[in-house]
């Protein structure tokens, strides 16, 4: 039983528009909540995080809202380029991480 | 710094058959996890450690055997393999306990 849902499972773009992933979770004690970027081949890489205690936090083109009485939270990639191209992971941690099954963005040029 | 380094990258074993996976990490991260990654399944915690000598389990456990003697080191044991086990492994390693963690370059394990 997965205790991160995340949508959808893929997502094609226009170059220049924006991605939105959505993720769900059930465990209020989660208290982590970061999006990994893995390319093929490649082990995942840590792109942003955010706390339970703040709603939104922007770091260049990537962007998370949290809502915490939704239990949600989401990606954005405001002016999505094609070498944003690779499949994106949600996770939630407390004592241990639980990730979300992934969505492969494809930007195309 | 190599960061988080894995070796084999690929593995072909025969079910029955036992291998070591080896992670090593210079960042002296306390915590250092190990997780599979399989198609629509996102990454599952296997075993995990929070310093040398203190190993504990995640999510799927079962068929894999970790030890800590060190802190740079994190080697997974698989006893005696299994089809299912067939999938892609990744080591991470944190100096922040689960969060903000490095991961490995995985290695490809397939079980015939």
């Known amino acids: 039983q997965q205790q991160v849902k995340q949508s959808p499972q893929s997502l094609i773009v226009q170059k220049g528009g924006i991605s939105i992933i959505n993720c769900a979770y059930e465990n209020t004690a989660f208290d982590y909540f970061p999006w990994y970027q893995q390319f093929p081949g490649k082990g995942p890489a840590l792109l942003i995080a955010i706390r339970p205690d703040v709603s939104e936090k922007k770091e260049g083109r990537f962007t998370i809202s949290f809502n915490k009485s939704a239990k949600q939270f989401s990606l954005h990639i405001m002016d999505s380029q094609p070498g944003d191209s690779a499949t994106y992971f949600c996770a939630a941690s407390d004592n241990d991480m639980r990730f979300g099954a992934g969505t492969r963005l494809t930007v195309k040029p | ?112």
């Open chain 2, 1 to 112: 710094n190599a960061g988080v380094t894995q070796t084999p990258k690929f593995q072909v074993l025969k079910t029955g058959q036992s291998m070591t996976l080896q992670c090593a990490q210079d960042m002296n991260h306390e915590y250092m996890s190990w997780y599979r990654q399989d198609p629509g399944m996102g990454l599952r915690l296997i075993h995990y450690s929070v310093g040398a000598g203190i190993t504990d389990q995640g999510e799927v456990p079962n068929g894999y055997n970790v030890s800590r003697s060190t802190t740079e080191d994190f080697p997974l044991r698989l006893l005696s393999a299994a089809p299912s086990q067939t999938s892609v492994y990744f080591c991470a390693s944190s100096n922040q306990g689960p969060y903000e963690q490095y991961f490995g370059p995985g290695t490809r394990l397939t079980v015939t």
